[in-house]
């Protein structure tokens, strides 16, 4: 009889616990939706769309074990084959992909950075009124096999002796990223002198052909961070918003090796009237040395076959640059170096009077324009990280609120509150 009564009694309270258990788990699937999509944006607005590929690719290597990373590997295969399906235009990553032994050219820049507080000036720099001084320090020769710079006095003119011999690999930490064939033709040989400063930079440069130059600009900024330095110079759709001279400015292909952070771009640039505007193919390269706290970027011209050269416009084929990033401390705390070292040949005879005008107004412009749109995106990303924890606090809220409710436990609690009173009376 007891039995009976308890089979009964399951039988009239199915529905309702079935209706209260459904009502549960969606408002609990609900919840859990929301959060993960606010946290996705949440994560985009902070590191961009390629630090959130970087981010998913190490949690990926380190979290994932079978039978889910098989299941991840399927997916991610399917979706390589679709990229490499995209990509078959007859641009081959293997073969034109930048090298890591580009950033070796960065030793002296960095050393440069590290000796500041003990910079003097010579005797040009000196005559040109320079904050810094970069030519003892870049022109040191070095004989054959030896790393350390030779200190006699007859070194400039010992045939054992040349720039190029100082050069040492930076053994960065690169991880399992691809070495790259595609090295940058610098004359390394050729002396570093004094050109100009203005405000906070500081501007060398080195002849590499007859009338052509290459530059290089060191400049620090005390208030803005590493990482929004870098996210503002390779985010495209960012810089699209702060850089008008930038009239065109488009992604062609992304190399599909994990941790290479290589991108093939088209870039046009507008030019003062009376002038046809440069347009350029590049690929571009960086990486991040976590335990060197460096990070570098690299750019070299390229070739595409869906991006011709079209006329009414100059093609630079002939441009490579390299930039070294160093942190007061971290990627994420204000304060930063850096060193700028870029050449690119127009291809078509310019004035001197308009190369000093790109070189003295232009480039001074263009990296002062470059620190205002850091600023500006880190108050946005601020902005959006406050209403982003804001918007947290109030689902926390509201799902405390419909767990109280919604919960068949909480229910049955609720009625037997409500029934003590009536049973009083």
Same mark, same amino acid.
């Given at each position: 009889?007891?039995?009976?009564?308890?089979?009964?009694?399951?039988?009239?309270?199915?529905?309702?616990?079935?209706?209260?258990?459904?009502?549960?788990?969606?408002?609990?699937?609900?919840?859990?939706?929301?959060?993960?999509?606010?946290?996705?944006?949440?994560?985009?607005?902070?590191?961009?769309?390629?630090?959130?590929?970087?981010?998913?690719?190490?949690?990926?290597?380190?979290?994932?074990?079978?039978?889910?990373?098989?299941?991840?590997?399927?997916?991610?295969?399917?979706?390589?084959?679709? /990229?490499?399906?995209?990509?078959? #235009?007859?641009?081959?990553?293997?073969?034109?992909?930048?090298?890591?032994?580009?950033? $070796?050219?960065?030793?002296? $820049?960095?050393?440069?950075?590290?000796?500041?507080?003990?910079?003097?000036?010579?005797?040009?720099?000196?005559?040109?009124?320079?904050?810094?001084?970069?030519?003892?320090?870049?022109? +040191?020769?070095?004989?054959?096999?030896?790393?350390?710079?030779?200190?006699?006095?007859?070194?400039?003119?010992?045939?054992?002796?040349?720039?190029?011999?100082?050069?040492?690999?930076? *053994?960065?930490?690169?991880?399992?990223?691809?070495?790259?064939?595609?090295?940058?033709?610098?004359? $390394?040989?050729?002396?570093?002198?004094?050109?100009?400063?203005?405000?906070?930079?500081?501007?060398?440069?080195? +002849?590499?052909?007859?009338?052509?130059?290459?530059?290089?600009?060191?400049?620090?900024?005390?208030?803005?961070?590493?990482?929004?330095?870098?996210?503002?110079?390779?985010?495209? *759709?960012?810089?699209? +918003?702060? *850089? #008008?001279?930038?009239?065109?400015?488009?992604?062609?292909?992304? $190399?599909?090796?994990?941790?290479?952070?290589?991108?093939? /771009?088209?870039?046009?640039?507008?030019?003062?009237?009376?002038?046809?505007?440069?347009?350029?193919?590049?690929?571009?390269?960086?990486?991040? #040395?976590?335990?060197?706290?460096?990070?570098?970027?690299?750019?070299?011209?390229?070739?595409?076959?869906?991006?011709?050269?079209?006329?009414?416009?100059? @093609?630079?084929?002939?441009?490579?640059?390299?930039?070294?990033?160093?942190?007061? @401390?971290?990627?994420?705390?204000?304060?930063?170096?850096?060193?700028?070292?870029?050449?690119?040949?127009?291809?078509?005879?310019?004035?001197?009077?308009?190369?000093?005008?790109?070189?003295?107004?232009?480039?001074?412009?263009?990296?002062?324009?470059?620190?205002?749109?850091?600023?500006?995106?880190?108050?946005?990303?601020? /902005?959006?990280?406050?209403?982003?924890?804001?918007?947290?606090?109030?689902?926390?809220?509201?799902?405390?609120?419909?767990?109280?409710?919604?919960?068949?436990?909480?229910?049955?609690?609720? @009625?037997?509150?409500?029934?003590?009173?009536?049973?009083? @009376?």
């Amino acid at each position: 009889m007891l039995f009976n009564r308890f089979v009964l009694a399951i039988k009239n309270q199915s529905r309702e616990t079935l209706r209260a258990w459904s009502y549960q788990c969606e408002s609990i699937f609900a919840q859990r939706s929301r959060r993960v999509q606010q946290l996705f944006s949440f994560y985009q607005s902070v590191y961009g769309t390629q630090g959130l590929k970087q981010l998913w690719r190490a949690y990926y290597r380190r979290e994932l074990q079978p039978p889910l990373r098989g299941m991840v590997m399927s997916a991610v295969g399917l979706v390589g084959l679709n /990229i490499k399906r995209m990509g078959s #235009d007859g641009f081959d990553w293997n073969k034109e992909r930048l090298a890591l032994s580009n950033f $070796d050219l960065c030793r002296r $820049d960095i050393e440069f950075i590290n000796a500041l507080p003990n910079n003097q000036l010579c005797d040009r720099c000196q005559a040109k009124k320079m904050k810094y001084c970069y030519c003892q320090l870049g022109n +040191q020769r070095c004989k054959k096999g030896q790393s350390q710079p030779s200190t006699s006095k007859e070194a400039e003119t010992d045939p054992d002796t040349s720039i190029s011999n100082c050069l040492r690999p930076l *053994d960065l930490d690169v991880r399992n990223a691809p070495a790259g064939t595609v090295r940058i033709q610098a004359q $390394d040989d050729q002396k570093w002198e004094p050109y100009f400063s203005k405000n906070e930079f500081s501007i060398w440069r080195r +002849q590499e052909r007859s009338s052509l130059y290459s530059y290089k600009v060191y400049a620090r900024f005390d208030d803005i961070t590493a990482d929004d330095f870098l996210h503002v110079q390779t985010d495209l *759709d960012y810089r699209r +918003q702060w *850089d #008008d001279t930038a009239l065109r400015l488009e992604l062609i292909s992304e $190399d599909p090796v994990p941790g290479s952070n290589s991108h093939l /771009i088209y870039w046009e640039m507008q030019w003062p009237r009376l002038f046809a505007n440069r347009d350029y193919v590049y690929c571009r390269r960086y990486i991040k #040395d976590d335990n060197k706290k460096l990070i570098f970027i690299c750019n070299r011209g390229a070739t595409h076959n869906t991006y011709p050269a079209l006329s009414g416009k100059v @093609r630079v084929t002939d441009y490579w640059s390299l930039m070294v990033i160093k942190p007061f @401390r971290g990627f994420h705390e204000p304060g930063l170096h850096f060193v700028l070292t870029y050449f690119d040949d127009p291809g078509i005879p310019i004035p001197q009077n308009i190369k000093s005008w790109v070189t003295q107004k232009q480039m001074p412009e263009f990296l002062t324009k470059m620190y205002v749109a850091t600023k500006n995106y880190a108050c946005s990303r601020a /902005i959006k990280m406050k209403d982003m924890f804001h918007g947290f606090a109030l689902i926390n809220d509201e799902y405390t609120a419909n767990e109280q409710r919604g919960s068949w436990l909480g229910s049955l609690s609720r @009625r037997k509150v409500n029934s003590k009173p009536e049973a009083g @009376r």
